[in-house]
Each structure stands twice: as C-alpha cells, then as structure tokens.
C-alpha cells in the first residue's frame, strides 16, 4: 500500500471547492456521456481468491448468475457488470458512489468500466482465455493466505502475457487472514513470481474484498494504470462474441417471441440499431450428406450496455446485441465464439488452419513444471481464437508451422495469435501459442 501511495502521491493535489466549482462539477457529469463503457478490465486469478467479490465491491453485482455458479460459489461462465469511476475533488477519493464516503460531497464522474470475471479453476482455463481476448486491463488477484503463487495464478498471468494484456493490477486480496509479518512476506513472494514478466512493474493493493478495505485505493489505482484504448470507428466493424442468450422465458407466446441475443466485445469500427449483419462461422448444416457451415444473416434490432439501451456501440466495454435471429440459434451460449460484421467484409473462416507456433518451455499451471516436448502428426490440441475454443488434429508439421484440421471452424484474421493447449495429466495445459498464416 505504501508502494502505491508513493507512486501516486506525485499525481493528488487537494484543494478546497468552492460553490461555483461544485455547479461545475454537476454541470460536468450530466454532460459527459456515460452510456457505454469505455474500458473492458478483466478479474483472473486462481480459484477462490476474490475474484467475483472484488467484482461486487467494485460495482454492486454478483456475476454468479446461474444455478451451478451459485450452488458451487464459483465462476463457471463468463461473468460481467459495469461500474463508473467518480472522484470527490474535495477530499480527493475515488469511488463508485455518487456521494463521497468520507466527506458527502457530490463526486464527479471520470468513466465508466466494465469488467470481465474469469474462472479461476484448471476445468475452466479455456473460459478464461476466451476472456482474456475482448479486455484491455487486468486486476491479478492473489490471495494472502495461500503461498504465491498457485497453479492457475502462473497460468493466468503467463495467458496475460501471450494475449500481450500489459496493463495490471495485482491485488493481494483477504489480507485479514494473516498476521503483519506474513502479509510482507506474502508481498514478498507476489514480487519474486512476477519479476521477468509482464506484471513485473505492476502496483500490488493490499485488499480486504469482503470488509471493502482499500476498495478506493484500487479504483485510483485503475484509473491511474489503466488507460481507455484509442478507438477507430473508421473500419469495419468486428464484434467478438462471448455469450449467446434466449432471453424468452419458458410458456412466452410465440407472437411475442424476442429475436437471439449476443453479448460481448466491439473490436473495431461501431455498429448501429437497423444494421445488417454477419455472424460467422454461423450454423452446421449437411449438405449432400456432408456437414459445412453457414454463416447468418440478421438486423440488429437494439444495443444494450448494462441496463442502458444505446442507438451507437463503439469499442470499449461490454454490449449486447439483440437481433431477429430464432432464439433457437442462440440459446445457452450457442454462438459463443463467434464474430459479428458487416456482410461481405469478415475475416475468413478456417476449417484448416496453419501456424507458425511458439512452444513454452516448461507447462504452466502444475505444481511440477513439466518440460514441453515437440508436438508430434495426429496430436489433438486446444486452440483459442479470439472467442472461439476449438479442438484440432495435426496433420503437418514442417519446421516451426503445424496444420490443423478443426472439429469446429474459427473466423479470425491471419496475422492474429491463437493459445494452444494440449493434453497433460487429463488436462489441458496452455504450452504456448500460434500466428495465423
């Protein structure tokens, strides 16, 4: 805490606000445009570190939205809630209340965020990094009273560091478990696990999620360390698709059947009410006793951030998109992994795909660090490609490319990084990754 303090005493200068300011301030928030997050940050960790209740202490949602997640008190899908940043000018803490918890006064509003709960169990790796490709920050959560770091915390950030996720925030969570001295030596340990990495810099909080200790520390520090991508609405638009609904409860009449929903991320350009779009690979069909995929062609009917309808979508944030498509087609996250565009101007689909791959040298999220061996013709790997999870089977290998024919199709760009996963231990372990060619 004392580290972070430092670096941003520089950056607070307190002041007094006069009456006039304050009208300034209001004035301010009703005019800055809060309709749309402007910034995806994800939550990773291992299991049981904090993740999901740092999430509520943040924005005042529960991501464990369904039957399993709440019976097991785990993240199994891809949870997701919004908050907005705000900052009283008078005594200088930030927060996510309209009115300052220290000193009552109105606070202004600086952003909005939203974040992107990951599972933290070794099942659930390949959700997680389905995540790690629509955000652009990461909130590390290592909890204190566990030795650092655990398995899925080395796999966690080791998928931050390939997806190229640069701006981090390690939270060193439930400090209230353990004494002083071992809180500093747990401190101790967080910065020999990140040193050499891409976290190596990164501002450790020391954080009591479940009281809301230095909750306010935190939302400075995301401020601070977390900038808003530059956005280019100028392309054509490519939405990356994490969730699918039905969002039709069971018995509704089919005359007022609402079309299929599908949430997650602008990549580039925006997209409006009224567009016609492409989802691609889309839907198996069989052709001539053969199965091939077809891609959908639908209208966007709304655009939801949060509880907010919008008419634009611009990168930065969660969104959904509602659509006439049958619910049928999107029901239970069916067209999780998918991309959105305009027709005519998508990335190509692969049903084969060939990449330049970049192996590990040890398997990450084991406690014994198992050195990789070369990948062998007929091996079936798991590939995470922007959203989409799939599995596939060497059939080439020559030199540092291999070839994969894909159980199920991925539309993504040449040129963009893959996760590989292979089989260790009745597991699937992150081993590097590939570059589309």
């Known amino acids: 805490m004392r580290e972070f303090r430092k670096r941003s005493k520089e950056k607070v200068v307190k002041k007094k606000v006069t009456k006039k300011e304050k009208v300034a301030i209001s004035k301010k928030e009703i005019e800055k445009d809060i309709s749309q997050p402007e910034v995806?940050?994800?939550?990773?960790?291992?299991?049981?570190?904090?993740?999901?209740?740092?999430?509520?202490a943040l924005t005042g949602k529960l991501t464990l939205e369904h039957s399993e997640e709440l019976m097991r008190g785990i993240t199994i899908r891809l949870g997701y809630a919004d908050a907005i940043i705000r900052k009283c000018e008078s005594c200088d803490t930030?927060?996510?209340?309209?009115?300052?918890?220290?000193?009552?006064?109105?606070?202004?509003?600086?952003?909005?965020?939203?974040?992107?709960?990951a599972p933290g169990h070794e099942t659930l790796m390949a959700t997680m990094l389905t995540g790690s490709s629509i955000i652009n920050g990461a909130i590390l959560v290592?909890?204190?009273d566990e030795p650092c770091p655990q398995p899925q915390t080395k796999e966690h950030l080791m998928a931050l560091e390939i997806c190229g996720i640069k701006n981090i925030i390690i939270v060193q969570n439930k400090v209230d478990l353990v004494g002083k001295e071992a809180a500093i030596e747990h401190y101790k340990q967080i910065k020999d696990f990140v040193k050499g990495t891409i976290a190596e810099?990164?501002?450790?909080?020391?954080?009591?999620?479940q009281a809301n200790v230095n909750v306010d520390l935190l939302i400075r520090a995301i401020q601070e360390f977390i900038p808003t991508p530059k956005i280019d609405t100028s392309k054509e638009p490519i939405m990356l698709v994490a969730r699918s609904f039905d969002v039709n409860p069971p018995g509704t009449d089919p005359s007022k059947l609402v079309g299929g929903v599908l949430g997650g991320i602008l990549k580039q350009g925006e997209l409006k009410v009224g567009d016609k779009i492409e989802i691609r690979p889309g839907i198996k069909i069989v052709k001539q006793n053969k199965e091939a995929w077809e891609p959908l062609i639908t209208e966007i009917t709304s655009l939801s951030t949060g509880d907010t309808f919008i008419q634009r979508a611009i990168p930065g944030g969660n969104i959904g998109v509602a659509t006439k498509l049958d619910p049928f087609l999107t029901k239970a996250d069916s067209?999780?992994?998918?991309?959105?565009?305009k027709p005519g101007a998508m990335p190509p689909v692969f049903s084969n795909l060939k990449l330049e791959v970049h192996l590990l040298k040890r398997v990450v999220g084991t406690k014994e660090e198992l050195e990789i061996k070369p990948l062998s013709i007929n091996e079936i790997l798991m590939i995470n490609a922007w959203t989409a999870k799939t599995v596939g089977t060497?059939?080439?290998?020559?030199?540092?490319?291999?070839e994969l024919v894909l159980k199920i199709p991925v539309c993504i760009f040449p040129g963009e990084k893959v996760v590989i996963s292979r089989r260790i231990e009745n597991h699937w372990r992150l081993v590097g990754y590939g570059i589309v060619k």
């Open 201 to 209: 810099n990164a501002v450790i909080i020391p954080m009591c999620a």
């Open 394 to 402: 060497i059939t080439k290998i020559k030199g540092e490319e291999i």
């Open 40 to 56: 995806n940050i994800g939550l990773v960790g291992h299991i049981g570190h904090g993740k999901t209740t740092i999430c509520y």
């Open 142 to 144: 290592i909890a204190a």
């Open 335 to 341: 067209l999780a992994g998918s991309v959105i565009g």
């Open 94 to 117: 930030y927060t996510t209340k309209e009115s300052c918890p220290n000193c009552g006064n109105k606070t202004a509003v600086l952003r909005k965020i939203s974040f992107v709960d």
